[in-house]
């Protein structure tokens, strides 16, 4: 079974997006101590805005 160059394009960015959704979240945890303080409860909401926001851009892009 081989996989078309579109769909492996596709695919590609997709693990790329989360991987670095991933290594985002990861540099939240290790930056802030206590996530359910003020600045770290806001750094990870806007890690996890960031990634919606860049999956509806990656999305948009993989479409046209």
């Given amino acids: ?3 078309e160059a579109e769909m492996r394009r596709k695919i590609v960015a ?3 997006a989360v ?4 290594a985002l979240i ?3 945890g ?3 101590d206590n996530l359910t303080s003020g ?4 750094a990870l909401i806007g890690a996890i805005s960031l990634f919606i ?3 509806g851009v990656l999305g ?3 479409d046209r």
């Fill in 39 to 42: 600045t770290g409860g806001l």
């Fill in 53 to 55: 926001v860049s999956m």
């Fill in 19 to 22: 991987g670095f959704f991933v």
């Fill in 60 to 62: 948009l892009w993989l």
């Fill in 30 to 32: 290790v930056t802030f």
């Fill in 1 to 3: 079974m081989t996989i």
């Fill in 26 to 28: 990861i540099g939240v």
């Fill in 14 to 16: 997709s693990v790329v």
